[in-house]
């Protein structure tokens, strides 16, 4: 809703600056969402007279003009418009004015001076038109700035309301809610009843009184098409947003902004019999003013004469039907729709209109005969006319019932944290317009016939606050017993977790739980076992149809996303929820949100700089930061296969015997289809396993040495390294601090079918220094161990 400040001034005009004007009105939640001056920015520009007009001696399109400005003598003006000429009144910029784009200076044009310039409607920002200057009126004082002269100062304010706020849509609604926030007195505009002159009239039927519940209309004869529009008017709905076309539908354009009703006038001369309104009948066909061929929906209301179809009620008005300047008879109409009778209808073909956007949000239901008469005072005024009297059709059933609502004083205060007095609630209820029956220290507020937004005690509450205002509303801690929640040493939280895996270098990212179908077919393990995926029933766009079970096709979108940028070493994660069927997994079935971590790591494993190879990613890295963030638990990787990863660089993590997550290289085919380049590695853990961390206990430093011995086991080739080191660990007596695999060998020296893994034990005592008996005493049992359990042998 956009209007000049000077028309809201006029209707209501508080002491307060425009700044202050339209943060009051933000703050009572009309929101203004855009300020800015009528004119463009441009000084120095004056009303002038041209005195005389000759041709230039050296251009035929160009003319000689001695232009009065106001000063002691007129000024030489160098001018090509084709429009110039003797007597006419312009806007003349004088040497130093500064136009948009542009400073005027004394200048030769074909070896003539020119001391300024006389402007088009374009040169000033004003308009589009630069076929020629800009005339003024006759009686526009010379000298006079032109801004001073156009009110171009004036502030054009646009509001962002609400949708239940259709009582703003109008300057005197606008005008209401600021005298109420102020106090300021309301000047509303005088609607006098005008004396029928003639008799005639047409008989209004309401064949579908739902759709339309009142209708009024009024022949008015004899008008002048042709009569110009007030320059005020003109001025008025131009800066509201609304471009000025002829008087008779200006008219109607400047009631609905003044008052907020909606008008429509027909030549009458094309009107046959009497106005129905209607449904539509099988295939009837509109032409509309925008020059739309529309077939309406069988729900949408028609205006309608005895033969043919005038209008979309609500909507738009018949390209047949409507006023030119030939026409001298008219038929005004006025009439209320109810928002579920044009709710949606413009929209299904394709347009809107101010009609429509007004309707759909609730117009007063009792308007439309001082609307009428309204209108039909600025037309007599402007472009004469003889006006019949008002034919009203009303089917009362059908209005909007006004229910009372009860307002409770202890209930306000309860809810708004204040306490106001009953006579300050009944003062600020009054000043909003709204029926107030006292009852005690409680009220009966019945809402008043513009306000459909006011149903439950909430809603009064809601408007006291906007109008008390909720600067004033003071902003009071909570007070209440507080108590330090314990701080677990065996646990952490979600936030640390984050934190740790940031400290690896991980950036974190936020993707959406929906996603692509084809991401959980790719990328799910449960999709693989044949588990149904949650599809959503209204998805927000047709490539986010499914509930996510996995993090990792985020990721890779993710990744896909900074490929397409050029970025190539890729390092992120993500905690979030996602989303399994229980077991079973068919539809119909409940289902589970785990909460996950998953990481993603592509590129190089370092940062570029001179002290690094530039090695790529690999799966031991990812695996090394899984293994950190577990720490210092032991986690085991048992060989595995998963949809999502490579067949053959991919691994189980098991903590304490039980599954955590995956971690592995994503699948050469994901790599390919996905247009990745590189592979890259994930890994994807329960949340709660890494929630969970042990007591921190003490462990004696020993003062005595440490002995370290290698062990190389030859394995048959097809052993993994998990069983075997935990059979180690197991058999490892107290001295034993750590078994860690050191090296892997193939080649020469052994079978085909054979490897060698290579062990490096690391024994201490706390109270002794360690014997090379029990030493080789250890190794011996690890060796026996690993040749019962395992096929090992001592590798020579």
Same mark, same amino acid.
């Given at each position: 809703?956009?209007?000049?400040?000077?028309?809201?001034?006029?209707?209501?005009?508080? @002491?307060?600056?425009?700044?202050?004007?339209?943060?009051?009105?933000?703050?009572?939640?009309?929101?203004?969402?855009?300020?800015?001056?009528?004119?463009?920015?441009?000084?120095?520009? *004056?009303?002038?007279?041209?005195?005389?007009?000759?041709?230039?001696?050296?251009?035929?399109?160009?003319?000689?003009?001695?232009?009065?400005?106001?000063?002691?003598?007129?000024?030489?003006?160098?001018?090509?418009?084709?429009?110039?000429?003797?007597?006419?009144? *312009? @806007?003349?910029?004088?040497?130093?004015?500064?136009?948009?784009?542009?400073?005027?200076?004394?200048?030769?044009?074909?070896?003539?001076?020119?001391?300024?310039?006389?402007?088009?409607?374009?040169?000033?920002?004003?308009?589009?038109?630069?076929?020629?200057?800009?005339?003024?009126?006759?009686?526009?004082?010379?000298?006079?700035?032109?801004?001073?002269?156009?009110?171009?100062?004036?502030?054009?304010?646009?509001?962002?309301?609400?949708?239940?706020?259709?009582?703003?849509?109008?300057?005197?609604?606008?005008?209401?809610?600021?005298?109420?926030?102020?106090?300021?007195?309301?000047?509303?505009?005088?609607?006098?009843?005008?004396?029928?002159?003639?008799?005639?009239?047409?008989?209004?039927?309401?064949?579908?009184?739902?759709?339309?519940?009142?209708?009024?209309?009024?022949?008015?004869?004899?008008?002048?098409?042709?009569?110009?529009?007030?320059?005020?008017?003109?001025?008025?709905?131009?800066?509201?947003?609304?471009?000025?076309?002829?008087?008779?539908?200006?008219?109607?354009?400047?009631?609905?902004?003044?008052?907020?009703?909606?008008?429509?006038?027909?030549?009458?001369?094309?009107?046959?019999?009497?106005?129905?309104?209607?449904?539509?009948?099988?295939?009837?066909?509109?032409?509309?003013?925008?020059?739309?061929?529309?077939?309406?929906?069988?729900?949408?209301?028609?205006?309608?004469?005895?033969?043919?179809?005038?209008?979309?009620?609500?909507?738009?008005?018949?390209?047949?039907?409507?006023?030119?300047?030939?026409?001298?008879?008219?038929?005004?109409?006025?009439?209320?729709?109810?928002?579920?009778?044009?709710?949606?209808?413009?929209?299904?073909?394709?347009?809107?209109?101010?009609?429509?956007?007004?309707?759909?949000?609730?117009?007063?239901?009792?308007?439309?005969?001082?609307?009428?008469?309204?209108?039909?005072?600025?037309?007599?005024?402007?472009?004469?006319?003889?006006?019949?009297?008002?034919?009203?059709?009303?089917?009362?059933?059908?209005?909007?019932?006004?229910?009372?609502?009860?307002?409770? %004083?202890?209930?306000?205060?309860?809810?708004?944290?204040?306490?106001?007095?009953?006579?300050?609630?009944?003062?600020?209820?009054?000043?909003?317009?709204?029926?107030?029956?006292?009852?005690?220290?409680?009220?009966?507020?019945?809402?008043?016939?513009?306000?459909?937004?006011?149903?439950?005690?909430?809603?009064?509450?809601?408007?006291?606050?906007?109008?008390?205002?909720?600067?004033?509303?003071?902003?009071?801690?909570?007070?209440?017993?507080?108590?330090?929640?314990?701080?677990?040493?065996?646990?952490?939280?979600?936030?640390?977790?984050?934190?740790?895996?940031?400290?690896?270098?991980?950036?974190?990212?936020?993707?959406?739980?929906?996603?692509?179908?084809?991401?959980?077919?790719?990328?799910?393990?449960?999709?693989?076992?044949?588990?149904?995926?949650?599809?959503?029933?209204?998805?927000?766009?047709?490539?986010?149809?499914?509930?996510?079970?996995?993090?990792?096709?985020?990721?890779?979108? %993710?990744?896909?996303?900074?490929?397409?940028?050029? %970025?190539?070493?890729?390092?992120?994660?993500?905690?979030?929820?996602?989303?399994?069927?229980?077991?079973?997994?068919?539809?119909?079935?409940?289902?589970?949100?785990?909460?996950?971590?998953?990481?993603?790591?592509?590129?190089?494993?370092?940062?570029?700089?001179?002290?690094?190879?530039?090695?790529?990613?690999?799966?031991?890295?990812?695996?090394?930061?899984?293994?950190?963030?577990?720490? @210092?638990?032991?986690?085991?990787?048992?060989?595995?296969?998963?949809?999502?990863?490579?067949?053959?660089?991919?691994?189980?993590?098991?903590?304490?015997?039980?599954?955590?997550?995956?971690?592995?290289?994503?699948?050469?085919?994901?790599?390919?289809?996905?247009?990745?380049?590189?592979?890259?590695?994930?890994?994807?853990?329960?949340?709660?396993?890494?929630?969970?961390? @042990?007591?921190?206990?003490?462990?004696?430093?020993?003062?005595?040495?440490?002995?370290?011995?290698?062990?190389?086991?030859?394995?048959?080739?097809?052993?993994?390294?998990?069983?075997?080191?935990?059979?180690?660990?197991?058999?490892?007596?107290?001295?034993?601090?750590?078994?860690?695999?050191?090296?892997?060998?193939?080649?020469?020296?052994?079978?085909?079918?054979?490897?060698?893994?290579?062990?490096?034990?690391?024994?201490?005592?706390?109270?002794? %220094?360690?014997?090379?008996?029990?030493?080789?005493?250890?190794?011996?049992?690890?060796?026996?161990?690993?040749?019962?359990?395992?096929?090992?042998?001592?590798?020579?």
């Amino acid at each position: 809703m956009q209007f000049p400040e000077s028309w809201l001034r006029a209707l209501v005009n508080p @002491p307060l600056s425009t700044d202050e004007l339209c943060h009051l009105l933000t703050m009572a939640g009309l929101e203004v969402e855009e300020r800015r001056s009528a004119g463009a920015d441009f000084s120095g520009v *004056v009303v002038a007279e041209v005195l005389s007009v000759e041709k230039h001696p050296d251009a035929d399109k160009l003319k000689l003009c001695s232009v009065n400005v106001g000063e002691s003598t007129p000024l030489q003006i160098v001018c090509g418009a084709p429009n110039v000429a003797a007597g006419m009144k *312009v @806007p003349c910029a004088r040497g130093g004015a500064k136009l948009p784009g542009i400073e005027i200076k004394r200048a030769k044009v074909r070896g003539i001076e020119s001391f300024g310039m006389l402007c088009s409607a374009r040169e000033l920002g004003l308009s589009d038109d630069h076929g020629g200057l800009l005339p003024l009126a006759a009686d526009a004082p010379v000298g006079d700035d032109i801004r001073r002269h156009f009110d171009l100062d004036d502030q054009l304010i646009t509001l962002k309301l609400t949708p239940n706020r259709s009582d703003c849509l109008s300057l005197l609604g606008i005008a209401r809610e600021l005298s109420a926030l102020t106090g300021a007195p309301l000047l509303e505009p005088e609607i006098k009843p005008v004396a029928a002159v003639v008799a005639d009239t047409r008989q209004v039927v309401l064949d579908a009184p739902a759709s339309c519940p009142r209708y009024c209309g009024r022949i008015i004869r004899g008008v002048d098409a042709g009569a110009a529009t007030p320059e005020w008017m003109k001025r008025r709905i131009e800066r509201s947003g609304i471009r000025s076309i002829s008087f008779l539908v200006d008219v109607t354009n400047y009631v609905m902004l003044e008052l907020g009703q909606p008008l429509h006038a027909f030549d009458d001369a094309e009107l046959s019999g009497a106005i129905h309104v209607r449904l539509p009948k099988q295939g009837e066909q509109l032409l509309l003013l925008n020059e739309q061929t529309v077939t309406p929906s069988t729900d949408t209301a028609l205006i309608a004469d005895d033969e043919k179809p005038l209008a979309m009620a609500g909507v738009m008005g018949g390209e047949h039907s409507g006023i030119n300047d030939s026409t001298r008879d008219l038929f005004l109409e006025s009439a209320f729709f109810p928002p579920s009778a044009i709710a949606g209808k413009a929209r299904a073909l394709g347009f809107s209109s101010d009609a429509s956007h007004r309707y759909e949000r609730g117009v007063d239901f009792e308007l439309q005969r001082r609307a009428i008469e309204r209108a039909t005072q600025l037309i007599v005024e402007t472009c004469g006319g003889q006006p019949g009297p008002v034919v009203e059709a009303v089917s009362a059933p059908n209005l909007p019932e006004r229910k009372p609502v009860r307002l409770r %004083t202890a209930r306000a205060a309860k809810v708004l944290g204040i306490a106001l007095a009953a006579e300050r609630i009944e003062s600020i209820l009054k000043g909003l317009g709204l029926s107030v029956e006292r009852q005690g220290d409680d009220f009966l507020i019945t809402p008043p016939s513009f306000r459909f937004d006011i149903e439950i005690e909430e809603d009064l509450i809601e408007e006291i606050a906007r109008i008390y205002g909720y600067d004033n509303i003071p902003s009071q801690p909570p007070v209440a017993r507080m108590a330090m929640m314990p701080a677990t040493e065996h646990s952490r939280t979600p936030m640390s977790v984050r934190r740790l895996v940031a400290a690896r270098d991980y950036h974190e990212v936020v993707t959406y739980s929906f996603v692509e179908a084809a991401w959980e077919s790719d990328f799910s393990a449960t999709h693989a076992h044949g588990v149904v995926p949650i599809v959503l029933a209204n998805p927000i766009a047709s490539q986010m149809g499914v509930m996510r079970s996995t993090l990792i096709g985020g990721l890779v979108g %993710t990744l896909m996303a900074n490929r397409k940028r050029q %970025t190539e070493r890729v390092r992120i994660f993500e905690l979030g929820r996602c989303f399994q069927r229980d077991a079973g997994g068919g539809p119909g079935t409940g289902f589970f949100q785990p909460l996950r971590l998953a990481g993603l790591a592509a590129g190089s494993a370092l940062p570029e700089q001179w002290g690094a190879t530039g090695a790529r990613v690999d799966f031991y890295d990812v695996k090394g930061d899984v293994e950190a963030l577990f720490a @210092p638990r032991r986690l085991d990787f048992v060989k595995a296969e998963h949809p999502a990863l490579h067949p053959g660089r991919c691994a189980n993590v098991f903590l304490d015997g039980r599954p955590a997550g995956v971690v592995g290289e994503l699948h050469p085919r994901w790599v390919q289809k996905y247009e990745l380049g590189t592979a890259p590695v994930v890994f994807e853990l329960e949340l709660n396993k890494l929630l969970v961390t @042990p007591f921190p206990s003490y462990v004696e430093v020993s003062r005595f040495p440490a002995v370290v011995r290698d062990l190389a086991l030859v394995v048959p080739h097809g052993q993994t390294l998990a069983p075997l080191l935990a059979g180690l660990r197991a058999a490892a007596p107290a001295i034993v601090r750590d078994i860690a695999l050191f090296d892997v060998y193939h080649g020469k020296g052994l079978g085909e079918s054979e490897k060698s893994l290579a062990f490096r034990i690391v024994m201490q005592d706390t109270q002794r %220094t360690l014997e090379d008996a029990e030493v080789d005493a250890v190794i011996a049992d690890f060796l026996a161990i690993a040749r019962r359990d395992f096929n090992a042998s001592l590798r020579a």
